[in-house]
Structure formats: C-alpha cells, structure tokens
C-alpha cells in the first residue's frame, strides 16, 4: 500500500511524462491467446515502458521485470476529463487514502512481475505504474482506443471476491486454472494468499492478525505467496492461471481504514486451499 502512496505523492510534481497512443484491431475471443496483448517491461524500480495493442474489452497485460527481486507492475484508469494532477491531488489531500482517487479514477490492476494476467480495458487514458520498490516508482500515460469488438475474458474457474469486510467465492482453488479476483466492496481492497503449514496453524494465523499481532502471525507463515490483486478500486477485475504449491493458505486484505486498523482486524481473512 505504502508503495502507491509514495507515486501518488511524487507523481504531480512531474512533467513531461510519457505519453503513449496504443491502437490496433480486435475480435471477439475466448480464449487466452486470442487476447489483444499489452507489454509492460519494468526496469529496476523506476523504469516503465508500454507497447502492444491496448483496445477496450478483454486483454492479456504481459509484464516482464529487470531487476532484484520481484516487481510489481499497477495500471491506473483516469476518469473522462481528469488530469492525473487531479487524481494525485484528491489522494494527497486526504493524506494518501487511496480512497479519495475512486471519483477521478481507478486502481483497477496490480500484479506481481514478470507474469501474464488478464483484465478488461474501457476506453479512455491510463497510466502504467512500476511500484516494484519503496521509493518514487516510475510511470507512462497511455490510451486505450474502443475495439471494433471487444474480447470477452476467458471463463474461470473460480472467483474470489473481496467486500466489506470478507471474502466470496471457493474456499478450494485448483492449481493451473483461471483464478478470478475482484472487488465488489466500496473500498481499496486487496486479495492476497500466504501459506500456511496446516489447517491449525492457519486459524491460528486468523486469530492473531484479528487481533492485530501481524508480527506473530507472520512467524507462522511459509514462504509460499500468491498476489491475486494488490491494492484495487472498487470493480477492479484481473485472472490468471493459479501456479502455487498445493496447501493451505490465509486469504487476506491488509488495507486501513480511516481510524489505522487493518481491514483483518474487521475480518477479512479466510482459511483456503490449493489442490492439484
């Protein structure tokens, strides 16, 4: 979350941000490879370039990564008319609440890099985000263009939903399948899974982080982690193919509300399983 905050806060002092028209022909699909296909390639934790083809309906959003560690790629819609001056204003105003960007836009995709996920583009201005460190990350402006005919996603196999303040969805997730993960709450959410030794030690987890002792609970997770959407709008949708060692998992969102509690001590975290 704090990654976000730190591009919000240095993203209107910045000019001269590039700015990219990607355009191209799309058909109906319903299949992954027959998905219009937007590149994101991040270097190190400043540098973000887009190509492709980035039409409305359904896409893939390929990301790869140049650097140490793992990278994390964020893609922001601005609403009709908006600024991006705008957009950051309204979250420095009120003191890095993502909240406050849903009436000037959308954090409608995050995901960890390099991957393949797909998500559904509307018409309009973009911005792509490289939020792989803790520092000020780097971004590029693009536009979408309307398809002659939108492609529509792949179906999934499973959808988890995050609300306020829970989840939705299969308690049971199928390795190699389409996972789908969305919010349909109100609020920033986020959907992440992290292992767990058993069941036991899994609501052990639960108890502690909704009691606020996420150091404790840390401790007894494993080094098995899923990002299935990282801080998100409201409506935000993206899917991919779950590839994770199977075993159980604590389904989670550690966003804040106003007052600094963490949305798990509210309850929004869940015993799952991954299964062969």
């Not at 910045?14 to 700015?19: L, N």
């Not at 709450?185 to 606020?212: D, P, Q, S, Y």
């Amino acid at each position: 979350m704090r990654r976000y905050v730190s591009w919000l806060a240095v993203a209107g002092t910045i000019v001269g941000v590039v700015g990219l028209n990607l355009s191209g022909g799309a058909a109906a699909a319903t299949t992954a490879s027959a998905l219009p296909t937007i590149k994101i390639a991040l270097t190190g934790t400043k540098g973000v370039s887009v190509s492709g083809t980035a039409v409305s309906g359904a896409v893939n959003v390929v990301s790869t990564f140049s650097g140490k560690g793992q990278g994390a790629v964020g893609l922001v819609r601005l609403n009709p008319g908006v600024s991006l001056q705008q957009a950051v204003g309204s979250v420095q105003s009120h003191h890095g609440d993502l909240n406050a960007l849903t009436q000037y836009g959308s954090l409608f995709f995050d995901a960890s890099a390099p991957s393949a996920v797909q998500t559904v583009l509307s018409p309009g201005n973009y911005v792509a985000l490289n939020v792989t460190g803790n520092g000020n990350p780097g971004f590029a402006r693009f536009t979408v263009t309307k398809a002659s005919v939108p492609a529509a996603l792949p179906a999934a196999s499973a959808t988890e939903t995050a609300i306020e303040f829970g989840f939705r969805g299969a308690t049971v997730l199928r390795n190699g399948t389409i996972v789908r993960a969305q919010n349909g709450g109100w609020l920033v959410h986020m959907i992440e899974l992290f292992g767990v030794r058993n069941a036991a030690t899994g609501r052990k987890v639960i108890a502690l982080l909704r009691a606020g002792k996420d150091n404790q609970a840390q401790k007894l997770a494993n080094q098995n982690f899923v990002n299935l959407l990282g801080p998100a709008s409201p409506g935000a949708l993206q899917q991919q193919v779950l590839r994770s060692a199977p075993g159980y998992y604590v389904e989670a969102c550690f966003m804040n509300t106003q007052d600094g509690r963490e949305h798990t001590q509210l309850g929004m975290e869940r015993l799952v399983r991954v299964v062969k």
